[in-house]
Each structure stands twice: as structure tokens, then as C-alpha cells.
Nanobody, 115 residues
């Protein structure tokens, strides 16, 4: 079973930035499309950004122009650079496969945007 370990969350003021990382325990990481998801209190988990095996990206409208997803296949890691953060970005952020392949969810990383 692939394990996913997210890190990089924290408390940040509105307008600030954070960079999230997610390490996946699979040597086949490069062939999988990966996504970043988030779940705010009382809301369903939603896709924030995704990146295909060849680097094609996709973003939720709410984060376009502010968030950037990237991957380093040599490190089996996917990143989410988050800029111009807003209070509504507050949530637990998770990574997982995007599309047909998904694994058990990791513990996520908490992002709190507040002054």
C-alpha cells in the first residue's frame, strides 16, 4: 500500500505564502497523476490542483493564479506553492492520486490563514 506523507502547513497571515510537500512511497510515482485536495470544517473534500504524469496541470477556479502544483519524480514528491493566501483557504490539505488511481488518505497538513 502506498503511503502519502504531507507536510509544510501552518499558520499564515492573509496574503502570505506556504509550500506544501507530499512524499509518496512508490517507485512508480512518475507514472501517476497526482492531486492536492483540501477539506475545510463542515465541507466536503475538494480537488485544489492536479498534475499529470507529463506535467500538465489543472486548478480549481478558486486558486487559479495563486497556487502552483509541481512534482519531482526523482524524489517521489509533489508540491503545492500557495501564494496570496486568503482565510477561505483554511483547511486540511491532502495529496493523493488524481483520476483512476487513489490510495488511502494520509494525515494531511493543516493550513490556517488568519490575522
Amino acid at each position: 500500500q502506498v503511503q502519502l506523507v504531507e507536510s509544510g502547513g501552518g499558520l499564515v497571515q492573509p496574503g502570505g505564502s506556504l509550500r506544501l510537500s507530499c512524499a509518496a512511497s512508490t517507485s512508480l510515482f512518475a507514472i501517476y497523476a497526482m492531486g492536492w485536495y483540501r477539506q475545510a470544517p463542515g465541507k466536503q473534500r475538494e480537488l485544489v490542483a492536479a498534475i499529470g504524469s507529463r506535467g500538465v496541470t489543472n486548478y480549481a477556479d478558486s486558486v487559479k493564479g495563486r497556487f502552483t502544483i509541481s512534482r519531482d519524480n526523482a524524489k517521489n514528491t509533489v508540491y503545492l506553492q500557495m501564494n496570496s493566501l486568503m482565510p477561505e483557504d483554511t483547511a486540511v490539505y491532502y495529496c493523493n492520486g488524481w483520476g483512476a488511481v487513489q490510495w488511502s488518505w494520509g494525515q494531511g497538513t493543516q493550513v490556517t490563514v488568519s490575522s
